[in-house]
Antibody, heavy 118, light 110 residues
């Protein structure tokens, strides 16, 4: 069955960077996009970016451009999302989700809590 | 890209029907038939309940239905059940090849 398994919770200091991984299994990794979505405490879901695993093409929400980088390693069916220059506002649960370009499909990772605190 | 506009909350009694609206622009909701709806219970991954405006994924109850008129999409839940109490989010594809979420609607089953 399709599975997306994310890396574990992270505690980071302001100004640092964090990388969250998302390992896919149960399907051909290069046939579907990977989207990244986050939810800050008390806030709604926010789309961040997508990556096309077969060629590495990316697109970012304007609010994350320049500070978020999504990459992938097709050889191990894994996508990565890195955020630099962390602030407390980046404290959130980060999800990866499979999909095509227009839409996200039912397959999501379990979420990764990133806490930014001094 | 601004978030799509949803009501902050809706409520209904068991057995009743409720509708959640999702308003965007001609660059997102109005321009494409790529509106999805997600149900989100705290602490769990969001669950896709409607895609491409009107379609339900396999296993999703027929009590959930979607529609669209102009720049506004709607999610209707009929025969409300206690388990439907959750947050609901719409999403749309946009003209910049991105995805945008609505602000979310908290459904309370009275």
């Amino acid at each position: 069955q399709v599975q997306l398994v994310q890396s574990g919770a992270e505690l980071k200091k302001p100004g640092a960077s964090v990388e969250v991984s998302c390992k896919a299994s149960g399907y051909s990794f290069t046939d579907f996009y990977i989207h990244w979505v986050r939810q800050a405490p008390g806030q709604g879901l926010q789309w961040m970016a997508w990556i096309k695993p077969n060629n590495g093409a990316t697109n970012y929400a304007q609010s994350f451009q320049g500070r978020v980088t999504v990459t992938r390693d097709p050889s191990i069916s894994t996508a990565y999302m890195e955020i630099s220059r962390l602030t407390s506002d980046d404290t959130a649960v980060y999800y990866c989700a499979r999909g095509q370009l227009p839409t996200l499909d039912p397959n999501w990772g379990q979420g990764t809590l990133v806490t930014v605190s001094s | 890209q601004s978030a799509l506009t949803q009501p902050a909350s809706v409520s209904g009694s068991p057995g009743q029907s409720i509708t959640v609206s999702c308003t965007g622009t001609s660059s997102d909701v109005g321009g494409y038939n790529y509106v999805s709806w997600f149900q989100h219970h705290p602490g769990k991954a969001p669950k896709l309940i409607i895609y491409d405006v009107i379609y339900r994924p396999s296993g999703v109850s027929s009590r959930f239905s979607g529609s669209k008129s102009g720049n506004t999409a709607s999610l209707t839940i009929s025969g409300l059940q206690a388990e439907d109490e959750a947050d609901y989010y719409c999403t749309s594809y946009t003209s910049s090849a991105r995805v945008v979420f609505g602000g979310g609607t908290k459904l309370t089953v009275l």
